[in-house]
């Protein structure tokens, strides 16, 4: 949600231009123990027809495991950009055009809780396998399909709204609101009888190295990371960074504020006021202890948090910079040049 112009100028708005990022260590928000599971996917490949790649549509430009692609390339390869209901889809076409640049040609847009667009992915797959070589499956009539991607992305929700469409069944995999709810790679689910086709869900698996800070705080934006490895209180202030620069101020009207803030506590104290999450804290004083009643910061950092991920603030392209910053797609530069950077974060280590 947009503030009017005339709003903007009474509130003397003057935002960040970039965020702090010296002195954290992306490398500690991230387990190193998922390259097993990749192990157990390239192991699984001779049975596979072909791979579906599911990703946040908020960050389609960022955080992609560049492993799959390399690991698994040798197989058809669709990528599904899930929770577009969720995502600000405005430059849709420029981000078609950029990942075709990376090779990704075949990308569909979906909404999982709803079925949007879930019934292209079949017929999709089916040509894809179509116009490929099955190796030592060509006499098998059935597909058998690997589902891969970060955490929490909608993996095991795929699979789920793919059941609803085609076979009129309930849930036959586990999903959850954070990360690691799918812990080894499954065995075979089906998803359609015709023609009989088979879905191998896997765990979330990270790239090994993160490119960046702001890469990593859109990650966990999108909850691909346990909240306290990070900080809600961090995670919230970048939040909040990006919303005020996107000029997107569906918070202000959320919690009844009384205008944007670029003050991240600021912004919490009234969050939590509003909330009625305070706590009470004894102070020694002259006189003795007093009981004083306090914000609880942690309380309405989580609660800003959940109410971003719900989409209560509006729908967002945490890529918008990068998209910026993007060269056109008919250009020879390397995407991995800009895939994971920004101009908008100052002390960014990569």
């Known amino acids: 949600m947009r503030l009017s112009a005339v709003a903007l100028r009474a509130a003397g708005a003057a935002w960040r231009e970039c965020f702090p990022l ?14 097993k599971g990749l192990k157990k996917m390239q192991s699984s490949l001779k049975l596979v027809d072909c791979v579906i790649e599911v990703h946040d549509a908020r960050i389609p430009l960022s955080g992609r495991n ?6 698994l390339g040798l197989k058809p390869h669709l990528l599904v950009l899930n929770k577009m209901d969720l995502a600000d889809l405005t430059e849709q076409r420029k981000i078609q055009q950029h990942l075709a640049g990376e090779g990704l040609k075949h990308v569909i847009f979906t909404n999982c809780i709803k079925d949007e667009n879930i019934k292209q992915i079949i017929p999709k797959v089916i040509e894809l396998v179509g116009s490929s070589y099955r190796y030592h499956r060509s006499e098998n009539l059935e597909y058998c399909i690997l589902v891969v991607g970060v955490p929490n992305v909608g993996k095991s929700s795929l699979i789920n709204s793919l059941r609803r469409q085609h076979l009129r069944t309930g849930k036959a995999a586990r999903v959850g609101g954070e990360p ?11 998803v359609c009888e015709r023609p009989l086709i088979f879905l191998m869900d896997t765990p ?36 909040l960074y990006t919303l005020n620069r996107h000029q997107l101020f569906g918070y202000v009207q959320h919690y009844g504020l009384d205008g944007a803030s670029d ?16 706590r009470k804290v004894k102070v020694l004083t002259g006189t003795g202890d007093v009981n004083v009643v ?30 910026q910053d993007c060269p056109p797609a008919n250009t020879d530069s390397a995407p991995a040049a800009w895939q994971m950077t920004s101009r908008t974060s100052c002390g960014q280590s990569v």
Request: with cysteine.
């Open 22 to 35: 010296q002195g954290r260590d992306v490398a500690r928000w991230f387990p190193g123990h998922m390259a």
């Open 66 to 71: 560049p492993l799959f692609q390399e690991t």
């Open 180 to 190: 690691g709810i799918t812990r080894a790679v499954m065995s075979r689910v089906q």
């Open 204 to 239: 979330g698996v990270l790239a090994p190295r993160i490119g960046s800070v702001e890469t990593g705080l859109k990650l966990a934006l999108c909850g691909t990371v346990l909240d306290h490895l990070v900080g809600e209180e961090t995670m919230a202030d970048y939040l």
């Open 263 to 278: 003050d991240i506590e600021h912004v919490l104290k009234r969050v939590a006021m509003r909330l009625r999450k305070t």
């Open 294 to 323: 306090q914000p609880n910061y942690s309380a309405a950092a989580h609660d800003f948090l959940r109410t971003f991920r719900s989409g209560l603030f509006g729908r967002v392209m945490l890529d918008r910079d990068v998209l």
